[in-house]
């Protein structure tokens, strides 16, 4: 069974940066897709950033220009670069991957990571 770690969240103040990892570990099967998720109290779990097999990155408008989502070679590991945070990008980020069992795919998350920003 493969799981998610997430690291990296925490508090920093508007303007600031942070940048949140997350890494496969146990039976780690190819991963086709990376994501990461976000949600903020009483609101809807929403998509932040994702990363296909092939590369193509996309990103929710609202974080355009200040967030980059990346990986490393072994493509194990997924990276949320986050520069000049708002307080609405306070939340609780998850990250996400697709596994490509031989029977088909599988998701799996990780167990949520706080990022706070103060105004």
């Known amino acids: 069974q493969m799981q998610l770690v997430e690291s990296g969240g925490g508090l920093v103040q508007a303007g600031g940066s942070l940048t949140l990892s997350c890494a496969a570990s146990g039976n780690i099967v190819p991963i086709t897709l990376m994501a990461w998720y976000r949600q903020a109290p009483g609101k809807q779990r929403e998509l932040v950033a994702s990363?296909?097999?092939?590369?193509?990155?996309s990103y929710l408008d609202s974080v355009k220009g200040r967030f980059t989502i990346s990986r490393n070679n072994r493509k194990d590991t997924t990276y949320l670069q986050m520069n000049a945070l708002k307080p609405e990008d306070t939340g609780v980020y998850y990250c996400h991957m697709v596994g490509d069992h031989d029977v088909g795919f599988a998701d799996y998350w990780g167990q949520g990571t706080q990022v706070t920003v103060s105004s």
């Open positions: 990363l296909s097999g092939g590369g193509r990155s």
